[in-house]
């Protein structure tokens, strides 16, 4: 299964046209390489693109120019091997923690058994063991989030589609979550495209960070995240890791400046 | 006791009726003694001419309505999910939602007769647009995400459809049914004033031509309550439908 391709992302721009309406460009001309197993955030003021992006490489919205291809080929369309998690969780609300990690199990035509088996081992791995018969309802947001986190990795997915997962979440509990993420992307190796415009939590999960650009939405940067990451959530303490940050926060305000400014 | 208390203004109603009555405030002769009310009802209830006409009258509304569901239902995802499906059924929707199904009634007794099937086609006829409409809102208002997810985790269109979608919509779906079972009941007494050989309203028509109010009364008193109970009965097994909603 081992390829030199991630995601490849080429010339691929988007727009948004109202029938009759101001067509607006959301994406122009991105060119991104997402390297296999790699941990990659999108960063980037609101309104630039970062989430069509996302869509557009998860197969939910099809490509109008360009062409994103993966290991598996171009992407046409969903498919199990791209996993998405959204910030507003996205489970089924009438199905119990079980039977929406169960879904897609059951699509991927496991026996019962197996099914069951694989529920259980992601339900663990989000710490979700006991909530099992629980409705999303009855579940605070980060223990739906953990829900959804489950639910998509339990079909194994070759690559992650994360769009601002833990914004609808409290700051503690954001950064449990994060924790957790980045040693599930440890133990799992999947490649990760992160959506955020939080700085601090793109540095401290990605491995390497694109910027974009306000719209219409390009690729301003790409920075390589270089953190001695051994001690472990640690690391946000460290001088590096706030001086890289203050140094993307600067890339990124200009970004945000010139989106309110309407200039770009 | 607090649902009892809820109920308290019907009780002041019928205290004000047996007082209007008893004191000579409305003519007998047009308004019946709520004791009169009673003993009618009674006679009705033994004689089993009540039973008899208020089943004849449930099976026509509970056929129209169950035809009306299975059609909308699939009608309204179909038009959700269809764009020339949508485009063509939306201004059949919209022209005839408004018009009041009653003035169908001479029409489809030409068409279908005098038998059951007429008034189980003006029900079915009455029932099918909130159902429709209902499922439609229901279904264009399911999250693209949840749609999405179901996509990624491997999920035909097919299986989006009833997996997803359909009870996504659910909400929607039977607040619509709900509406419906109103109509139907309102439709079936009305058609069968008209055309009918039985039927709590053929009962509630004849008596009244009759004279006989204390009886005509009694009629209309149980077609509200069966109604009222068959609307708290619809509440209750959509709460429990719905469960999953509740914190």
Redesign the interface.
Same mark, same amino acid.
């Given at each position: 299964m081992e390829s030199s391709v991630g995601i490849d992302v080429r010339s691929v721009s988007h727009t948004y046209g109202a029938r009759g309406g101001r067509e607006i460009i959301a994406l122009k001309g991105i060119d991104l390489a997402v390297r296999p197993n790699e941990f990659h955030a999108l960063l980037g003021p609101s309104g630039c693109g970062k989430s069509t992006l996302l869509?557009l490489i &998860? &197969?939910?919205v099809p490509v109008q120019t360009g062409a994103i291809t993966t290991a598996r080929g171009p992407v046409t369309?969903?498919?199990?091997e791209?996993?998405?998690v959204?910030q507003?969780f996205?489970l089924?609300?009438?199905?119990t923690v079980r039977e929406n990690v169960l879904?897609?199990l059951e699509?991927?035509g496991l026996d019962r058994k197996a099914r069951e088996q694989r529920a259980r081992e992601f339900i663990e791995l989000v710490h979700l063991d006991g909530f099992e018969d629980a409705? =999303?309802?009855?579940l605070s947001g980060g223990m739906q989030q953990r829900t959804?986190i489950a639910?998509?990795l339990a079909?194994d =997915?070759e690559i992650l589609l994360m769009d601002e997962p833990f914004g609808a979440l409290d700051a503690q509990t954001r950064r449990v979550m994060q924790e957790e993420l980045r040693a599930i992307w440890q133990r799992k190796q999947k490649t990760v495209v992160f959506v955020t415009h939080d700085v601090h939590e793109a540095v401290f999960l990605a491995e390497r960070i694109s910027i974009m650009s306000a719209r219409p939405g390009r690729i301003e940067h790409v920075i390589d995240v270089r953190l001695d990451r051994k001690a472990g959530a640690e690391v946000m303490k460290s001088r590096e890791f706030a001086e890289l940050s203050e140094q993307i926060w600067e890339l990124v305000r200009q970004q945000a400046i010139a989106a309110t400014r309407g200039t770009v | 006791m607090s649902t009892l208390i809820r109920y308290v203004p019907i009780v002041i109603v019928f205290a004000l009726w047996e007082i209007a009555t008893r004191f000579g405030l409305v003519s007998r002769a047009l308004v019946p003694d709520l004791g009169d009310v009673a003993t009618a009802f009674w006679q009705l209830l033994t004689s089993g001419e009540l039973l008899f006409n208020a089943a004849r009258s449930l099976g026509r509304a509970l056929s129209g309505l169950a035809a009306a569901t299975a059609f909308g239902v699939v009608a309204g995802l179909l038009m959700a999910t269809i764009r020339p499906v949508r485009l063509l059924v939306n201004p059949l929707v919209q022209v005839f939602y408004p018009m009041p199904k009653s003035a169908l009634i001479p029409v489809v007794m030409v068409w279908f007769g005098l038998g059951d099937l007429s008034k189980i086609v003006l029900i079915f006829l009455g029932c099918i647009l909130p159902v429709v409409v209902s499922t439609y809102n229901g279904a264009r208002g399911v999250d693209h995400a949840l749609v999405w997810s179901a996509a990624s985790l491997g999920a035909s269109r097919r299986e989006i459809l009833t997996e997803i979608v359909l009870p996504a919509a659910m909400p929607d779906i039977l607040s619509g049914i709900r509406t419906a079972l109103a109509f139907s009941f309102i439709l079936m007494v009305s058609s069968e004033f008209i055309l009918a050989k039985d039927g709590i309203g053929f009962l509630i028509a004849t008596l009244g031509d009759g004279g006989a109010y204390a009886a005509m009364f009694a009629c209309i008193f149980t077609v509200a309550g069966v109604g009222f109970g068959a609307d708290r009965l619809f509440g209750l097994l959509m709460r429990h439908t719905l469960r999953w909603r509740e914190q």
């Open positions: 869509y &998860g &197969g939910f369309g969903p498919a199990r791209r996993g998405i959204f507003n996205a089924f609300p009438w199905k879904y897609g699509k991927l409705h =999303p309802s009855q959804a639910r998509t079909v =997915p | -």
